[in-house]
């Protein structure tokens, strides 16, 4: 197994992140951003970085590299429409927090074919070039798309780059990503914001008293409003459900309130955050990318809590 | 300020772990639990503790002890009728977690004279004698009651007992605790009960992609059912009302989560937070137990975070 170069095009937290974690595994390893600013900033820290994303992507064309499209959500489209025109037949993936939404996008420039998609779940509070580190996706769990009819070349290279860098790596199909994100990682933002309004509304007083629940369960109403929404509105549709869920559930829980019982809502709690505690991380073992129904036999790992690994 | 007697009724965590606390002042303190196994355990560990409540509140009457109820609500009843019969004009508190019930309880008891409620937010997921320990409430709140016509001798009995333990005394009309702690301490935990579920509906992909926002956001949803039910059930109209406002900036955020924006929820959340992590307990100043007016001054000082210290 070689290890293709890399190309990345943005280099901001997690870009800029990516660029340093591939060249420290030794990696070819190089960057496109926009911005001058950003490329002079990721030289002078002595990587290989350019404003020129015409001559950045004929150059992974010519080197056969993997590119990666780390730019946010809305300027996907611009880069893509790049990528079709220079560099049509590179192996593509991408670290968008969205999944079925970059896929579409790729279907509709006629990029699917080396495309497939990833999301490395790790971040921090902070953005920029400034602000990443070759360490940031050590640990985190790196989903990759298994659509249908996903390449699985292409597969095992984002899977080495994510293994490379450190990170566990989870199969799933792009839609059931976002179901899964929406209440995992998405849902948690809201509560946090209602309960620390439900906090304030009670005032002084009330923040005065509070404890370790509160404290815990706003830490991430901290996070600067401008992300939060730009992963809750990314992500809208399964958001959506997941929160008519939640609705649901605490509607039930008023009414039992008022017939001044919630054991119901707090057994099966419970019972959810033990299985979480005690969820597991079985490897995939007996199937590799391009076997016979590969992609069948990943998504359905991927569903019970399964990573591949070397 | 002489440090009067304690007298604790009933020795499970809180009770047991006052009792060590007040005894490591160097007071005389003494206590009473119903459990023959329970006392014989204090006892062995050098404590001064028996199963006779009327022998127990006698000397407590003769020393003028304070009486602290440390025994679950349900049982505040019987031990205020014991109270009322053979201690009737001792100093009274309690460290139930609801207040205006407790009071209530008290006056129907004809006791409410000498009595002032308190609160020490402290505890652990664990219970009864063994589990305590003297320094549960270092640090910790000590909500003291300020409602009408508090006797300003036994609430300053009360709140250096509270100092001597070294909690940090916040003064509050128990109705407005009650209202608070449903905000603070109890609605977290209906919410994250709620996140858990949502979260295990996923499954083990959803429950595999979690980081820190649901492990942060359903940490107590970890805490043993019964004891959620207890806190959520005993402040139920308070915890109503809390609930009813949060199902409403919920029902808000979903209908403008559906035209894809969240920037009113996450901006007010951020800025609920960001007083929260900015709230100041300031000293009451220039007002001491028993001055004209000290109640309201207390109340409104407690009202805008602030506490009571010599």
Known sequence: MSSPPVCVLG??????????????TG??????????????????????????????????????ALVVIAVPMPAVGS???????????????????????VAAA??????SRRFVGGHPMAGTAESGWTAGTAELFRDAVWVITVDD??????????AELALDCGSVVVPAES????????RVSHLPHLLAEALALSGAGGGDLALGLA????????????????????????????LLVALDETLDVLTTAREQLADRSTSALTRAGHEARTRYEQR????????????????????????????WTR
């Open 11 to 24: 280099l901001g937290l997690i870009g800029g992140s990516l660029l340093r974690a591939a060249a420290t």
């Open 27 to 64: 990696r070819q390893a190089w960057g496109y951003n926009r911005s001058a600013q950003v490329v002079d900033a990721a030289v002078a820290d002595g990587f290989d970085a350019s404003t020129d994303l015409t001559a950045t992507l004929r150059r992974a064309a010519h080197a056969d």
């Open 79 to 101: 880069i893509l429409e790049a990528v079709a025109e220079h560099a049509p037949d590179v192996a593509l993936t991408d670290v968008v927090s969205v999944k079925a939404e």
């Open 106 to 111: 790729v279907a509709a420039h006629g990029l």
């Open 149 to 158: 009819g996903t390449d699985p070349e292409v597969w095992r290279q984002v």
């Open 175 to 182: 839609g059931e990503h976002d179901a899964a994100v929406a």
């Open 211 to 238: 404890a370790g629940s509160f404290r815990d369960g706003t830490r991430v109403a901290a996070t600067a409003p401008p992300l939060v929404d730009a992963m809750c509105e990314g992500n809208a549709e399964a």
């Open 280 to 307: 597991r991380r079985d490897p995939i073992v007996g199937t590799q990318p391009g076997d016979d129904g590969w992609i069948a036999v990943f998504r359905e790992a991927g569903r019970r809590g399964g990573v």
